[in-house]
């Protein structure tokens, strides 16, 4: 017995020194892998800003604008820097260093922006999709821009993966950086447009996914899926940019990576049994019970310039401050909710209500638009035609415009004509033009010139509508082919219908970056009708010779399978016997 209880002894204290063993190297282990992510998330300093802002527009329909932004400590031209992630996405920040990237802008938009009764986006974007970016080397651009593309659209499920050289061309003019210009070069720059690309709930599913809170906290609570897609208009924006790292420094030795996730919507409030009154809860069916816990700014944003003066409204709750912002020569002036404020426990509900009839009238148009359309009939030739507006009594605004049409509308440069106020205009000095090859290149417009005041500019050019093979078709082949939007760049010019958030921290473009300081407006996309064989034709021509070989079959194989007999002609038998023999008494 003696033994026997030192033996269980023993064996408790080995049992003990074992656990203590194990417990001791798991606290180590512990210990060192807080170290080690300690120092990784420390390295660099990450920030998160969020905001909202709401925007009544004209003829009843209201903007939302959620915007995203998400600076990280990191240089685009080192690539030891994307290792550790701490706010900023880390499928993204995985494609800078692998493509290369210096700077990327794409837009997933459903919808047509009406510059012309709604003013100037916050940012504007064509309808479907649109990328574009620049490349920090020009090695190997083709491979990298293609591999860039799938990656994308793996990300945000979108089918951007179709894009290949024949839809992808290389402004020289019109698209400038908005980030760290390094002395701007085209080479490296890549653009493509699919206009028929539309925007749904499996892309804004993986776009809550890049934020710091996903759709848990903050202001991404309110992106339900039935609420957004309800809009008239619905655009989501992924920018990303190199900026200086100290706010308005000249020779900015350290650089900081910026992305700026934005969804844009345009609610119809009429839709709402009819009553222009509005509010977050009944907007997007909630409420903002606080900011994200890692959001250094976290606010809502109300666009009150036009209150009290088109019309009289009130907007509750009244703890909120007003702040006054300058969007290109014209102050406008906002309520400002800071989420950072609302109490544990309660929600911010803003809520709008007019506390007169409402009487929709069409506000000053704004100082440039333009607008596109196609002419001619049949499946042979047609045109285009464009017409930029400049309603400004005294400006003379400097417009770069560029035309991105793909290979199978056939340009006949030598049709271009350009009128200016009914008065004949040669653009021929300032023109930049690269012909389109077939299945590899698209067509490439480019031109500069001076719009002066009040007046009218009218561009025409022919083509003609190019074969294509049977395999090239999209499934819905009559319901047509689309001619991407047209982008024009306007330089300092002054208007007042404008939509804008005032400028955070390292925010703005940078100093000597023709972006800074001026506008990008789509004109429409067009849908074009091209020769389209009857493809139901093969399936008439299979259903008919179905029928002819399975009547013929049919009539042949009776033939040869039956055999015929002659049958004796039965005597006549009268009905009552008939009945008898039915009942067996017959």
Request: proline share 5%; charged share 15%.
């Amino acid at each position: 017995n003696f033994s026997q209880g030192n033996k269980r002894e023993s064996t408790l204290q080995l049992y003990s020194a074992l656990r203590f063993h194990c417990t001791m190297r798991n606290f180590i282990a512990q210990a060192a892998l807080c170290c080690i992510l300690l120092c990784c998330t420390s390295s660099g300093e990450d920030a998160f800003h969020e905001e909202l802002l709401l925007k009544p527009l004209s003829s009843g329909k209201l903007l939302s604008y959620f915007q995203f932004t998400i600076h990280s400590d990191v240089d685009f031209r080192k690539e030891s820097d994307f290792v550790h992630f701490n706010y900023f996405p880390r499928p993204i920040g995985q494609l800078i260093p692998t493509y290369g990237i210096q700077e990327l802008h794409l837009s997933l938009t459903q919808g047509l922006w009406r510059t012309e009764d709604w003013g100037y986006p916050v940012r504007s974007a064509p309808p479907g999709a649109e990328i574009y970016g620049w490349f920090s080397s020009s090695e190997d651009l083709d491979t990298r821009w293609q591999g860039l593309t799938n990656g994308l659209a793996g990300l945000l499920c979108a089918s951007l993966n179709s894009i290949d050289k024949s839809m992808t061309s290389q402004p020289q003019h019109t698209l400038q950086p908005e980030g760290l210009d390094q002395g701007n070069h085209p080479g490296r720059l890549r653009y493509a447009s699919l206009p028929r690309e539309t925007v749904c709930t499996e892309n804004l599913t993986p776009f809550k996914k890049l934020l710091p809170c996903s759709d848990k906290s903050g202001i991404a609570k309110l992106l339900h899926a039935k609420s957004v897609m309800d809009g008239t208009y619905r655009s989501l924006g992924l920018h990303l940019r190199p900026v200086c790292k100290v706010a308005g420094e000249t020779s900015c030795s350290d650089l900081v990576m910026e992305l700026t996730l934005s969804l844009t919507v345009v609610t119809d409030l009429l839709s709402f049994k009819h009553n222009p009154d509005w509010s977050l809860k009944r907007l997007y069916s909630g409420t903002l019970s606080g900011n994200c816990p890692l959001a250094t700014v976290s606010r809502v944003l109300v666009d009150v310039t036009d209150n009290q003066t088109f019309y009289k409204a009130a907007l509750t709750p009244k703890q909120y401050s007003v702040q006054t912002i300058s969007t290109h020569g014209h102050s406008r002036s906002l309520a400002v909710f800071d989420l950072h404020t609302v109490q544990a426990g309660k929600s911010l509900n803003v809520a709008w209500r007019y506390l007169n009839t409402v009487h929709y009238a069409k506000l000053p148009k704004p100082a440039f638009f333009m607008e596109r359309f196609a002419t001619g009939y049949g499946d042979q030739d047609g045109g285009l035609v464009l017409r930029m507006y400049n309603t400004a009594v005294q400006d003379t605004l400097s417009v770069v415009y560029m035309e991105n049409v793909l290979w199978y509308f056939r340009l006949y440069l030598h049709t271009m004509k350009a009128t200016l106020n009914g008065q004949h205009l040669d653009v021929w000095n300032n023109l930049t033009y690269h012909s389109a090859k077939d299945r590899k290149a698209p067509h490439l417009l480019e031109y500069t010139l001076e719009l002066p005041p009040s007046s009218m500019l009218e561009v025409r050019v022919e083509f003609d509508k190019a074969f294509q093979k049977w395999n090239e078709f999209p499934p819905d082949a009559h319901h047509g082919f689309y001619a991407g939007s047209g982008v024009a760049r306007i330089s300092s010019f002054q208007s007042a219908n404008t939509s804008g958030l005032p400028g955070l921290p390292r925010c703005h473009s940078m100093p000597g970056s023709d972006a800074s300081s001026s506008v990008i407006v789509h004109s429409q996309s067009l849908l074009i009708m091209l020769p389209t064989p009857d493809f139901s034709m093969p399936y008439n021509v299979i259903c008919l010779s179905c029928t002819v070989v399975a009547i013929a079959f049919g009539s042949l194989h009776n033939l040869s399978i039956k055999r015929f007999t002659i049958k004796a002609k039965s005597s006549s038998v009268s009905i009552k016997k008939r009945v008898l023999s039915f009942f067996g008494r017959g």
